[in-house]
């Protein structure tokens, strides 16, 4: 249904640090850099992260978050902590959701923007 989403941030280099790190457990990776944006996909660009002027600011009540498949569950834990080690904050440790579903296994972070993204997998191991 979506082709892409597109995030704005104050500084395009941490971010970059961030989400390369963040990302590349998953399978995902910068496709596409300029001084001004990034762009983040396995095959195309699903995730654009753009230098603005004026960013979102973070609400943590709005409800707002970003999911991003995940290939395992090993790749759920890196993800996390890949985060983590780059500055982001924790928001919610790896493991089963069964309140979501008996095989959603996920982890929550929150990027140096405050925006919150997640890693998720139904993948048994």
Same mark, same amino acid.
């Given at each position: 249904?979506? $082709?892409?989403? @597109?995030?704005?941030? %104050?500084?395009?280099?941490? @971010? ?9 457990? !998953? ?7 300029? =001084? /001004? /944006? !990034? +762009?983040? +996909?396995? %095959?195309?660009?699903? !995730?654009?992260? $753009? ?7 973070? *609400?943590? %009540? @709005?409800? !707002?978050?970003?999911?991003? *498949?995940?290939? @395992? ?11 983590? *080690?780059?500055? /982001?904050?924790? $928001? ?9 579903? =008996?095989? &959603? &296994?996920?982890?929550?972070?929150? *990027?140096?923007?405050? &925006?919150?993204?997640?890693? &998720? ?5």
């Amino acid at each position: 249904m979506l $082709n892409h989403v @597109s995030i704005g941030v %104050k500084d395009i280099a941490r @971010s970059k640090g961030f989400y390369d790190a963040a990302l590349k457990p !998953l399978g995902y990776r910068c496709l596409y850099e300029s =001084a /001004g /944006g !990034l +762009g983040y +996909g396995d %095959k195309a660009v699903v !995730l654009w992260i $753009n230098k603005v002027e004026r960013p979102v600011k973070p *609400d943590m %009540k @709005s409800g !707002l978050h970003f999911c991003f *498949d995940a290939p @395992s569950r090993t790749a759920v834990r890196a993800f996390h902590k890949a985060a983590l *080690d780059q500055g /982001g904050e924790d $928001n919610g440790a790896p493991g089963l959701r069964p309140d979501y579903d =008996a095989s &959603y &296994y996920a982890a929550f972070a929150i *990027d140096p923007d405050g &925006y919150r993204i997640e890693a &998720y997998t139904a993948a048994a191991k």
